[in-house]
C-alpha cells in the first residue's frame, strides 16, 4: 500500500492528516502551531470562561449565568455588581491565573527533567515557599504581605539549592527529580519543627495556610499575580523553540546552536517565580502543576512541551476544584488545597502505575 505525503514548508506530513501551521508574526518572528493542540487549547478556553462565570455565580447568593455576564459588561443590578465585581471576581480571577502558573511551571519542569514526575510539587519549591511563609507567621508575626514576599523568597532560595545540588556538568532529569524529592523530605521537617514550637494562634494561621485556600481573596492578590504572569508567560513563550529542542538531548540542542545551560536556567528560575507567586496568592496548591500539563498532553497527542495548554488546563483545573470545594460538601465548604490534593494523589499513582507499566520507572 502507497502512502502518499504532503510536503509542508520542511516537514513531511502524510496524507489526509493535517500538519502543523506556521504563524508568521511582526518582525520575522514565525510560530508553529499543531491543528490539534490550537482546537485542544481553544476548547480548554471555552471550557475554562465557562467555568469562571458559574463559579462567579456560585455562593450563598446564587446569580444566574447569564445574570453574570451582564453584571461583567457593566449592565447589572447595584447588588449583583457589588456581589460580582468585589467579592467574587477576584478570587475566580486568582483561581485562572493560580492554575496558569502552575501549569506552565509544571510544564517547563517536566520538559526541562525529562520526567513526568519533574513538578515543583515533587522538586520541593512549595515546600521552600512554605517555610518562607510559615518562617515570617510564627517567627515574625509578618502580616499577610510579608507572608507573600517570604514565600516568594523561599521558594527562590529552595529552587537555587536544588539546582546547584543537582547540576553536575549538567542537570539530569532523574537527578533533578532526586534532589528534588530529597528536599522535600528535609523542609517537610523543619515545617513541622516550626508547627510545633509555635504559639496556637499562629499555628492555626500557619496550617490555613498550608492547605492552600482561595477564600477571601481580593484584587490585593490579583494584581501582583497578573503582573508577574504578564511579564513570565512571554519570557517562557518565547524559548518554547530552544525547551523543544532540550527535550531532543543536550547534545543535539548544542548542535542546533541553543545555549543549552543558560536556556535551561532562565527557565527554571521563570518556572519558580510562578510557582513561588501562586503560592504567595493562594497557598502551596499541590499537584495542578503535576497533573495539568500531562492532562494537555493526553489530549493533544503533541510531543512539545504544551506550555499554552499547559496553563489553560492548570487554570481549568482550579477552577473545576474551587467549584466542588464549594458545593460538593454542602455548607462544610472545603480549602481548594484539599480538592486538588484529593484527586491529584489518585492521578499520581495512576501516574506511577503507567511509568512502572512502560519500563521507565
Same mark, same amino acid.
Given at each position: 500500500?502507497?502512502?502518499?505525503?504532503?510536503?509542508?514548508? *520542511?516537514?513531511?506530513?502524510?496524507?489526509?492528516?493535517?500538519?502543523?501551521?506556521?504563524? %508568521?508574526?511582526?518582525?520575522?518572528? &514565525?510560530?508553529?502551531?499543531?491543528?490539534?493542540?490550537?482546537?485542544?487549547?481553544?476548547?480548554?478556553?471555552?471550557?475554562?470562561?465557562?467555568?469562571?462565570?458559574?463559579?462567579?455565580?456560585?455562593?450563598?447568593?446564587?446569580?444566574?449565568?447569564?445574570?453574570?455576564?451582564?453584571?461583567?459588561?457593566?449592565?447589572?443590578?447595584?447588588? %449583583?455588581?457589588?456581589?460580582?465585581?468585589?467579592?467574587?471576581?477576584?478570587?475566580?480571577?486568582?483561581?485562572?491565573?493560580?492554575?496558569?502558573?502552575?501549569?506552565?511551571?509544571?510544564?517547563?519542569?517536566?520538559?526541562?527533567?525529562?520526567?513526568?514526575?519533574?513538578?515543583?510539587?515533587?522538586?520541593?519549591?512549595?515546600?521552600?515557599?512554605?517555610?518562607?511563609?510559615?518562617?515570617?507567621?510564627?517567627?515574625?508575626?509578618?502580616?499577610?504581605?510579608?507572608?507573600?514576599?517570604?514565600?516568594?523568597?523561599?521558594?527562590?532560595?529552595?529552587?537555587? @539549592?536544588?539546582?546547584?545540588?543537582?547540576?553536575?556538568?549538567?542537570? %539530569?532529569?532523574?537527578?533533578?527529580?532526586?534532589?528534588?524529592? *530529597?528536599?522535600?523530605?528535609?523542609?517537610?521537617?523543619? @515545617?513541622?519543627?516550626?508547627?510545633?514550637?509555635?504559639?496556637?494562634?499562629?499555628?492555626?494561621? =500557619?496550617?490555613?495556610?498550608?492547605?492552600?485556600?482561595?477564600?477571601?481573596?481580593?484584587?490585593?492578590?490579583?494584581?501582583?499575580?497578573?503582573?508577574?504572569?504578564?511579564? /513570565?508567560?512571554?519570557?517562557?513563550?518565547?524559548? &518554547?523553540?530552544?525547551?523543544?529542542?532540550?527535550?531532543?538531548?543536550?547534545?543535539?540542542?548544542?548542535?542546533?546552536?541553543?545555549?543549552?545551560?543558560?536556556?535551561?536556567?532562565?527557565?527554571?528560575?521563570?518556572? @519558580?517565580?510562578?510557582?513561588?507567586?501562586? &503560592?504567595?496568592?493562594?497557598?502551596?496548591?499541590?499537584?495542578?502543576?503535576?497533573?495539568?500539563?500531562?492532562? =494537555?498532553?493526553? /489530549?493533544?497527542?503533541?510531543?512539545?512541551?504544551?506550555?499554552?495548554?499547559?496553563?489553560?488546563?492548570? &487554570?481549568?483545573?482550579?477552577?473545576?476544584?474551587?467549584?466542588?470545594?464549594?458545593?460538593?460538601?454542602?455548607?462544610?465548604?472545603?480549602?481548594?488545597?484539599?480538592?486538588?490534593?484529593?484527586?491529584?494523589?489518585?492521578?499520581?499513582?495512576?501516574?506511577?502505575?503507567?511509568?512502572?507499566?512502560?519500563?521507565? @520507572?
Amino acid at each position: 500500500m502507497t502512502v502518499t505525503s504532503v510536503r509542508r514548508k *520542511g516537514r513531511t506530513a502524510p496524507a489526509g492528516r493535517p500538519g502543523p501551521r506556521t504563524l %508568521h508574526l511582526p518582525g520575522g518572528t &514565525s510560530l508553529r502551531v499543531e491543528r490539534r493542540a490550537l482546537g485542544v487549547g481553544a476548547l480548554l478556553l471555552v471550557l475554562a470562561l465557562a467555568m469562571a462565570v458559574l463559579l462567579i455565580g456560585t455562593g450563598d447568593f446564587d446569580i444566574a449565568p447569564w445574570d453574570v455576564v451582564q453584571t461583567l459588561l457593566g449592565n447589572g443590578t447595584p447588588a %449583583h455588581e457589588f456581589i460580582v465585581n468585589d467579592l467574587r471576581l477576584p478570587r475566580v480571577l486568582v483561581a485562572v491565573l493560580v492554575g496558569a502558573a502552575l501549569g506552565m511551571a509544571g510544564a517547563v519542569f517536566q520538559s526541562v527533567s525529562r520526567n513526568p514526575l519533574g513538578s515543583p510539587d515533587v522538586l520541593g519549591f512549595g515546600y521552600g515557599s512554605a517555610v518562607g511563609a510559615l518562617l515570617v507567621i510564627i517567627v515574625f508575626k509578618g502580616g499577610a504581605g510579608e507572608v507573600a514576599v517570604g514565600a516568594l523568597v523561599g521558594g527562590l532560595v529552595a529552587g537555587l @539549592i536544588v539546582y546547584l545540588l543537582a547540576y553536575r556538568k549538567g542537570i %539530569h532529569g532523574y537527578r533533578l527529580v532526586l534532589v528534588g524529592i *530529597g528536599a522535600s523530605a528535609m523542609l517537610t521537617a523543619v @515545617i513541622q519543627y516550626l508547627l510545633t514550637k509555635a504559639q496556637l494562634v499562629d499555628a492555626t494561621r =500557619a496550617m490555613v495556610w498550608l492547605t492552600g485556600s482561595l477564600a477571601g481573596r481580593d484584587w490585593a492578590q490579583v494584581w501582583p499575580l497578573l503582573a508577574t504572569c504578564a511579564v /513570565l508567560f512571554p519570557l517562557v513563550l518565547g524559548q &518554547s523553540r530552544a525547551l523543544r529542542m532540550i527535550e531532543m538531548g543536550d547534545d543535539a540542542a548544542y548542535a542546533l546552536g541553543v545555549r543549552v545551560e543558560r536556556v535551561r536556567l532562565l527557565l527554571m528560575v521563570a518556572a @519558580i517565580l510562578l510557582t513561588t507567586a501562586a &503560592s504567595a496568592a493562594a497557598g502551596p496548591i499541590s499537584f495542578v502543576a503535576l497533573a495539568a500539563p500531562q492532562l =494537555a498532553r493526553r /489530549l493533544t497527542r503533541s510531543p512539545g512541551a504544551g506550555l499554552l495548554t499547559g496553563a489553560l488546563m492548570g &487554570s481549568l483545573l482550579l477552577l473545576v476544584s474551587d467549584w466542588v470545594s464549594q458545593r460538593a460538601f454542602g455548607a462544610d465548604q472545603l480549602p481548594v488545597g484539599v480538592v486538588t490534593g484529593l484527586v491529584g494523589g489518585v492521578y499520581l499513582l495512576w501516574l506511577l502505575v503507567t511509568e512502572r507499566k512502560a519500563g521507565r @520507572i
